[in-house]
T-cell receptor, first 113, second 112 residues
Framework: AQSVSQHNHHVILSEAASLELGCNYS??????LFWYVQYPGQHLQLLLK??????LVKGIKGFEAEFIKSKFSFNLRKPSVQWSDTAEYFC???????????FGTGTRLLVSP | DVKVTQSSRYLVKRTGEKVFLECVQD?????MFWYRQDPGLGLRLIYF???????EKGDIPEGYSVSREKKERFSLILESASTNQTSMYLC???????????FGPGTRLTVT
């Protein structure tokens, strides 16, 4: 069965600090990879996705993620966070042959001004 | 813009009540999903539907059922609500080829 691990449950950063959130998955076949974000009081929305091609993908609001197939990882990065990035971030994976998404447990990011 | 709407943002029900959560999407998506979101557990799939009247169990279907009579509408039913079903419930939809799921705003259900 597929599983997704997000090792950082809570992260606290000051504005302008760099961010990296880890995501590892377990599945041996071809996968699609996603990062979703949930801002306080808002619905879950897509930050970025990887299906194929360049393993470095860029998303909205200056976020990017790198797919490293050998490490089964899809880490999220942002060079300089803002207070408005305070949110919960979810990594998700689905195997190409299935419609279901498997989510990680989420990382709560708090950015202090 | 894809829009997924859920019938209530907040709901309070008593133990043993039958509860209906409604979800409507306006993009003609074939697939619809129900998740529950709990702190520290992320999102867990309860049920999904890949066509009208078709459904498949997710990872935690116990205590829940679903109904999809029309393509745009997917209902989650708690036959007899229990306190351990207090949670945030999220509905999502997509097309089979896109994989990306679009989420509704969620319904925070409290069972007392």
């Amino acid at each position: 069965a597929q599983s997704v691990s997000q090792h950082n449950h809570h992260v606290i950063l000051s504005e302008a600090a760099s961010l990296e959130l880890g995501c590892n998955y377990s599945y041996g076949g071809t996968v699609n990879l996603f990062w979703y974000v949930q801002y306080p009081g808002q619905h879950l929305q897509l930050l970025l996705k990887y299906f194929s091609g360049d393993p470095l993908v860029k998303g909205i609001k200056g976020f990017e993620a790198e797919f490293i197939k050998s490490k089964f990882s899809f880490n999220l990065r942002k060079p300089s966070v803002q207070w408005s990035d305070t949110a919960e971030y979810f990594c998700a994976v689905n195997a190409r042959s299935f419609q279901k998404l498997v989510f990680g447990t989420g990382t709560r990011l708090l950015v202090s001004p | 813009d894809v829009k997924v709407t859920q019938s209530s943002r907040y709901l309070v029900k008593r133990t043993g009540e039958k509860v209906f959560l409604e979800c409507v999407q306006d993009m003609d998506h074939e697939n619809m999903f129900w998740y529950r979101q709990d702190p520290g557990l992320g999102l867990r799939l309860i049920y999904f539907s890949y066509d009208v009247k078709m459904k498949e169990k997710g990872d935690i279907p116990e205590g829940y059922s679903v109904s999809r009579e029309k393509k745009e509408r997917f209902s989650l039913i708690l036959e007899s609500a229990s306190t351990n079903q207090t949670s945030m419930y999220l509905c999502a939809s997509n097309t089979p080829s896109s994989y990306e799921q679009y989420f509704g705003p969620g319904t925070r259900l409290t069972v007392t």
